[in-house]
T-cell receptor, first 112, second 112 residues
Framework: DAGITQSPRYKITETGRQVTLMCHQT?????MFWYRQDLGHGLRLIYY???????DKGEVPDGYVVSRSKTENFPLTLESATRSQTSVYFC???????????FGSGTQLSVL | GESVGLHLPTLSVQEGDNSIINCAYS??????FIWYKQESGKGPQFIID?????DKRQGQRVTVLLNKTVKHLSLQIAATQPGDSAVYFC???????????FGAGTRLFVKA
């Protein structure tokens, strides 16, 4: 049972570069989410998806793009990375009831 | 890597003692509450949940209490063990709502 996996685990990039963080889940969960976790801000929702080809903005969507062509994948792209996007990014999924979330192990992103 | 805020409320307990972690939630319309545990370098992990039609729910060594009158949630951990050292987050949700709101978290230290 692989669950939910994120890659890469660590990423260092430079300002202005495009970066894509990957998220894959094996449970066929309807909902998938991207959160960022920062000092002093806790977990903040970036984007979420209710199903394949259905995505919507969360609390802090600016500078990010998502897609969901398949139920199991939900990549997050930083189109032009900025230092303020240095953070730990967590992908999560849940069933259509939107109850407890299942989180991946996170991607620690540093933008230099 | 460590990503949670350095200024989190902290609770330090002796191994074997009981721990009580408190949380105030914000939305009186929230009807589903969850506690998550986050160990260093990992994603949040579900511990226990409770719906608003209950005021207490017990799991293995953990109990969640809900006081809707004062919008307060608590997590009790019995016979705290070193493996319980982590950051604990409460979270709230409205039934069917896409957005789970996370609290700031409490860091639990267990002294051997």
């Amino acid at each position: 049972d692989a669950g939910i996996t994120q890659s890469p685990r660590y990423k260092i990039t430079e300002t202005g570069r495009q970066v894509t963080l990957m998220c894959h889940q094996t449970w066929s969960h309807s909902y998938m989410f991207w959160y960022r976790q920062d000092l002093g801000h806790g977990l903040r929702l970036i984007y979420y998806s209710a199903a394949a080809d259905i995505t919507d903005k969360g609390e802090v969507p600016d500078g990010y793009v998502v897609s969901r062509s398949k139920t199991e994948n939900f990549p997050l792209t930083l189109e032009s990375a900025t230092r303020s996007q240095t953070s730990v990014y967590f992908c999560a999924s849940t069933t259509a009831n939107i109850e407890k979330l299942f989180f991946g192990s996170g991607t620690q992103l540093s933008v230099l | 890597g460590e990503s949670v805020g350095l200024h989190l409320p902290t609770l330090s307990v002796q191994e074997g003692d009981n721990s009580i972690i408190n949380c105030a939630y914000s939305n009186s319309a929230s009807d589903y509450f969850i506690w998550y545990k986050q160990e260093s370098g990992k994603g949040p992990q579900f511990i226990i949940d409770i719906r608003s039609n209950m005021d207490k729910r017990q799991g293995q060594r953990v109990t969640v209490l809900l006081n809707k009158t004062v919008k307060h949630l608590s997590l009790q951990i019995a016979a705290t063990q070193p493996g319980d050292s982590a950051v604990y987050f409460c979270a709230e949700n409205r039934n069917g709502g896409f957005k789970t709101i996370f609290g700031a978290g409490t860091r639990l230290f267990v002294k051997a």
